[in-house]
Nanobody
């Protein structure tokens, strides 16, 4: 499996960016897809996840109402629309894939260890 993330950049506070992550090598719809981020000197933290059929989404509290995760299974792509960006959103953003096995609750997805595959990071920098 390969995950190719893109869409990062430099934006002023209050601005928007849309991240994309293209999945290849397996059947995309067999995977729940997540976004994580890592700021300099900090650990990797959960941002959002979307289940294989877009039936459920979960968000970190700090991004609720500002970020929207979506996917297009026909294009093997997951998106993260980020609005009202803040300087504290500055980080490298990573997409990740977790193969679907049974039904999981929201908190299951918060742990980076459950994900099977990771993309390279795309840098988001928000200036004040």
């Amino acid at each position: 499996v390969q995950l190719q993330a893109s869409g990062g950049g430099l934006v002023q506070a209050g601005g928007s960016l849309r991240l994309s992550c293209i999945f290849s090598g397996r059947t995309f719809s067999n995977y729940d897809m997540g976004w994580f981020r890592q700021a300099p000197g900090k650990g990797r933290e959960f941002v959002a996840v979307i289940t294989w059929n877009s039936g459920s989404t979960y968000y970190q509290d700090s991004v609720k109402g500002r970020f929207t995760i979506s996917r297009d299974n026909a294009k093997n792509t997951v998106y993260l629309q980020m609005n009202s960006l803040k300087p504290e959103d500055t980080a490298a953003y990573y997409c990740a894939a977790d193969i679907v096995v049974g039904t999981r609750s929201g908190s299951y997805y918060y742990r980076s260890a459950v994900y099977d595959y990771w993309g390279q990071g795309t840098q988001v920098t928000v200036s004040s």
